[in-house]
């Protein structure tokens, strides 16, 4: 009987130690060292989304360490002071070591997975290259790679968040990505989104059937949206310089419009308190949405919004434009407006 009882709790003690390995094999570890700045923070966060937040990393003389559980490979974006960003690919289990330069982070190096060492190939040659080169970038490494997320993220960065989108490239693409990654959940969502843009592209309707509550708790009168003269539904986040500024420009066309251009904002921050402080301090007055789900926000999704920033231009409830950059999208709402 002692034996058995020994037997047992030997192996509920193995059990529990492989369960806490298994646990702690999630952790996926960023470790590293930037020259030209020894203290400060980087903010971090996921482009699928499924980390929840905004995270900070914090700088001390020079290094860097962060860690995050995670269950799936998940590709990080690093802010950086000047609000550049670079990506690490990240595994459970996985530690990466990162060597940079605050003066020159395209040229950083993330050793430790394929995929890193891969970008580490590509991370100069995308950053110098123009808008359609990265777009033939990404051709060439979903054809070479199919099974490695780094053709993912290009795909999502820089033919679908791209100034000039391109859907029916994105759409070949991400048919070849899933062919070899079935199962990736991020990719699952990129095929949706694109045939949510697909109902949501110029010459459709905006759709009739959306629901949602502003931040101040107010229900959003999409009826009102629809029926404006003019309509812009926009995506910002206070962390994200690009969209705050295109945020302002159309907000001032707004102010100027006296009414006839009515706004909605998805803003993709995670934190309340960010969200209500741009608010204020931008003296936004029409309804805001923010649910602290980034791009997991169901309305994100059922509008195909997937960059940041992102917009949709419509005409009493037509669209006639979407994902503009913020000069096009001033030029396009104040032509509009004026009636040409």
């Given at each position: 009987?002692?034996?058995?009882?020994?037997?047992?709790?030997?192996?509920?003690?193995?059990?529990?130690?492989?369960?806490?390995?298994?646990?702690?094999?999630?952790?996926?570890?960023?470790?590293?060292?930037?020259?030209?700045?020894?203290?400060?923070?980087?903010?971090?966060?996921?482009?699928?989304?499924?980390?929840?937040?905004?995270?900070?990393?914090?700088?001390?003389?020079g290094r860097i360490a962060y860690e995050k559980r995670i269950n799936t490979?998940?590709?990080?974006?690093i802010i950086f002071p000047n609000y550049s960003e670079q990506v690490v690919?990240?595994?459970?289990?996985?530690?990466?070591?990162?060597?940079?330069?605050?003066?020159?982070?395209?040229?950083?190096?993330?050793?430790?997975?394929?995929?890193?060492?891969?970008?580490?190939?590509?991370?100069?040659?995308?950053?110098?290259?123009?808008?359609?080169?990265?777009?033939?970038?990404?051709?060439?490494?979903?054809?070479?790679?199919?099974?490695?997320?780094?053709?993912?993220?290009?795909?999502?960065?820089?033919?679908?968040?791209?100034?000039?989108?391109?859907?029916?490239?994105?759409?070949?693409?991400?048919?070849?990505?899933?062919?070899?990654?079935?199962?990736?959940?991020?990719?699952?969502?990129?095929?949706?989104?694109?045939?949510?843009?697909?109902?949501?592209?110029?010459?459709?309707?905006?759709?009739?059937?959306?629901?949602?509550?502003?931040?101040?708790?107010?229900?959003?009168?999409?009826?009102?949206?629809?029926?404006?003269?003019?309509?812009?539904?926009?995506?910002?986040?206070?962390?994200?310089?690009?969209?705050?500024?295109?945020?302002?420009?159309?907000?001032?066309?707004?102010?100027?419009?006296?009414?006839?251009?009515?706004?909605?904002?998805?803003?993709?921050?995670?934190?309340?308190?960010?969200?209500?402080?741009?608010?204020?301090?931008?003296?936004?007055?029409?309804?805001?949405?923010?649910?602290?789900?980034?791009?997991?926000?169901?309305?994100?999704?059922?509008?195909?919004?997937?960059?940041?920033?992102?917009?949709?231009?419509?005409?009493?409830?037509?669209?006639?434009?979407?994902?503009?950059?913020?000069?096009?999208?001033?030029?396009?709402?104040?032509?509009?407006?004026?009636?040409?």
């Amino acid at each position: 009987m002692r034996k058995l009882f020994t037997a047992a709790a030997f192996a509920a003690f193995v059990a529990v130690v492989l369960s806490s390995c298994s646990q702690e094999g999630k952790y996926f570890k960023m470790e590293g060292r930037f020259r030209h700045i020894n203290q400060g923070e980087f903010w971090v966060y996921s482009l699928e989304g499924n980390t929840g937040r905004l995270d900070t990393i914090r700088v001390r003389d020079g290094r860097i360490a962060y860690e995050k559980r995670i269950n799936t490979p998940t590709t990080f974006i690093i802010i950086f002071p000047n609000y550049s960003e670079q990506v690490v690919f990240g595994e459970p289990g996985k530690t990466v070591n990162i060597k940079g330069d605050a003066s020159h982070l395209k040229e950083m190096e993330v050793k430790g997975t394929r995929d890193n060492e891969l970008m580490n190939k590509l991370r100069v040659r995308v950053a110098d290259a123009t808008p359609d080169e990265r777009k033939q970038m990404a051709e060439q490494v979903v054809a070479d790679n199919p099974k490695s997320r780094v053709g993912t993220f290009l795909v999502a960065r820089h033919v679908l968040q791209s100034p000039t989108p391109d859907y029916p490239l994105a759409a070949r693409l991400i048919a070849k990505l899933l062919e070899a990654q079935p199962r990736d959940g991020f990719l699952v969502r990129l095929d949706r989104q694109l045939k949510r843009i697909a109902e949501t592209s110029s010459g459709t309707l905006f759709p009739d059937n959306l629901k949602a509550t502003a931040i101040d708790s107010t229900d959003v009168d999409f009826v009102k949206l629809r029926n404006a003269d003019v309509a812009v539904v926009n995506t910002w986040a206070s962390w994200n310089v690009q969209s705050m500024k295109q945020q302002r420009m159309i907000a001032n066309v707004a102010r100027s419009s006296r009414g006839r251009l009515a706004m909605l904002s998805i803003a993709l921050d995670n934190d309340r308190a960010e969200v209500e402080n741009s608010i204020k301090h931008d003296t936004i007055t029409w309804p805001v949405i923010f649910d602290g789900r980034m791009f997991e926000s169901p309305l994100v999704d059922s509008l195909g919004l997937t960059a940041m920033p992102d917009n949709i231009v419509m005409k009493k409830g037509k669209i006639v434009g979407r994902s503009m950059p913020t000069d096009q999208l001033v030029e396009e709402v104040n032509k509009l407006l004026s009636g040409k």
